[in-house]
């Protein structure tokens, strides 16, 4: 070490002269050996037994070339689980799939968090901007904890156009205005259109001709 600090040797040398075969030249190993990854170096002395450049004493699988992480401690490798972090939620729809989300609240059940605070961003994560997954955001869903689902709802605000005896048990309620025009849907001639700028004077229109 003292050798590469000055310059002595360069990094090439330094590599060659401490590889494993060079460091254990005179240690006697027996013929039949264990060497798992066929390297030519017995285990005993091969810091990585699979060859996977992961050094053993960091492998979670140092037999195994496929694997060499296993974040839950389920005995299943990252690259085999399909949930991570297990925190039951798998990891093609979680948002963070190596964090778990524990039991903080997750409406939709997308991993991330519906609010997250300094713990929550201590583990690297951050408070879902969809809390209920129906591609309205928080700040603009009338119901930020209910999903319109398969409901229309032609303005996006998280409140369903029409609101069934079904979408009702759920707490939610129709959008009395569909196309958020500023015309109330009984008033507006073109509910479902906000782009018809007359509908933004029909209200008052009638109260004028009132």
Not at 36 to 59: A, C, I, T, Y
Not at 179 to 194: C, N, T
Request: charged content about 30%; glycine content about 8%.
């Amino acid at each position: 070490m003292a050798q590469l600090t000055s310059g002595e040797v360069d990094a090439s040398e330094f590599l060659e002269d401490t590889s494993s075969t060079e460091l254990f030249v005179n240690v006697v190993v027996a013929v039949d050996a264990p060497d798992n990854d066929n390297d030519g170096v017995p285990d005993l002395l091969d810091p990585d037994d699979d060859n996977d450049d992961v050094r053993d004493s960091v492998d979670a699988f140092p037999s195994d070339s496929t694997e060499s992480l296993d974040t839950d401690g389920d005995g299943m490798g990252n690259n085999a689980d399909t949930d991570d972090d297990g925190d039951g939620i798998v990891d093609t729809v979680d948002g963070y799939p190596l964090v778990s989300i524990g039991t903080l609240l997750d409406t939709d059940a997308d991993g991330r968090p519906n609010d997250c605070d300094s713990a929550c961003q201590e583990l690297g994560m951050a408070a879902d901007t969809d809390d209920d997954g129906d591609n309205s955001p928080d700040a603009d869903d009338g119901f930020p904890l209910i999903s319109t689902g398969i409901l229309l709802d032609t303005d996006l605000d998280g409140i369903p156009d029409d609101c069934d005896s079904a979408c009702l048990q759920l707490g939610m309620l129709a959008d009395a205005d569909d196309d958020a025009d500023g015309a109330l849907d009984y008033e507006d001639p073109f509910p479902k259109d906000g782009s018809i700028f007359m509908a933004r004077e029909i209200p008052s229109i009638i109260e004028f001709l009132r």
